[in-house]
């Protein structure tokens, strides 16, 4: 789960970096297709801190 929320960490930041026009070409793919993401970024992120919130809790050692 760790891993899911490190990718969903990562995507949050390249929906952010897409919004702002950083990345080019791929930006304006990324935009096309996810454009709730990139309006805002932070819901992928929220889905980021969930994950590893859940993870944390389930994670047994």
Do not use: N
Not at 22 to 32: D, N, Q, R
Not at 55 to 60: D, G, L, M, Q, R
């Amino acid at each position: 789960m760790y891993y899911v929320a490190a990718a969903l960490l990562g995507l949050s930041g390249l929906f952010y970096s897409a919004s702002h026009h950083e990345i080019g070409s791929l930006g304006v793919t990324m935009c096309t297709y996810g454009s709730a993401f990139c309006d805002s970024p932070i819901i992928v992120f929220a889905g980021a801190a969930l994950a590893a919130a859940w993870a944390t809790f389930v994670s047994v050692r």
